[in-house]
């Protein structure tokens, strides 16, 4: 009784790790680049990150959390309201891949973290800076 009730809870979890390898694959397959994000801390505390993917569309970064069952967007952040503040080299502890840059950008009233690789890097900071002419987007290169 025990070894299959074990059994089942094995195949359950599996399932469901299954089911996010599929997801996950699915919107790299649609042109999704690996971000991970957090709202704003210290950067000397290597918690609060989360793995993800984005996909830019129109005016928005949507940004999916690798480990949630969501269908929609965990994160969205409208390019038009969005400014980059500061850039920075990871802390130790944080779990980036080698060469990535953490942005530190505002929207709004509130501060995100993005760790994101450096061809991500070109490409996100491209799209903020290609909004259509007569609209601001606050767009402010980091010193």
């Keep these: 009784m025990i070894a299959e009730l074990a059994a089942i809870v094995v195949l359950a979890?599996?399932?469901?790790?299954?089911?996010?390898?599929?997801?996950?694959?699915?919107?790299?397959?649609r042109g999704g680049v690996d971000v991970a994000l957090r709202q704003s801390r210290a950067a000397e505390d290597p918690r609060g990150w989360h793995s993800g993917l984005a996909r830019y569309r129109g005016d928005e970064f949507r940004w999916y959390r690798v480990g949630g069952l969501r269908s929609g967007p965990n994160v969205v952040l409208d390019r038009t309201r969005l400014e980059i503040v500061d850039r920075r080299s990871p802390v130790a502890g944080e779990m980036h891949p080698p060469g990535s840059t953490v942005l530190?950008?505002?929207?709004?009233?509130?501060?995100?973290?993005?760790?994101?690789?450096?061809?991500?890097l070109t490409g996100f900071a491209s799209w903020l800076e290609s909004i259509p002419p007569g609209r601001s987007t606050g767009y402010r290169q980091a010193s």
Excluded at 13 to 29: E, G, K, T
Excluded at 104 to 120: H, K, M, P, V
């Design 104 to 120: 530190s950008c505002r929207e709004g009233g509130t501060t995100w973290e993005l760790a994101i690789s450096a061809d991500a």
């Design 13 to 29: 979890v599996l399932l469901v790790v299954a089911l996010l390898m599929l997801r996950r694959i699915r919107l790299l397959r």
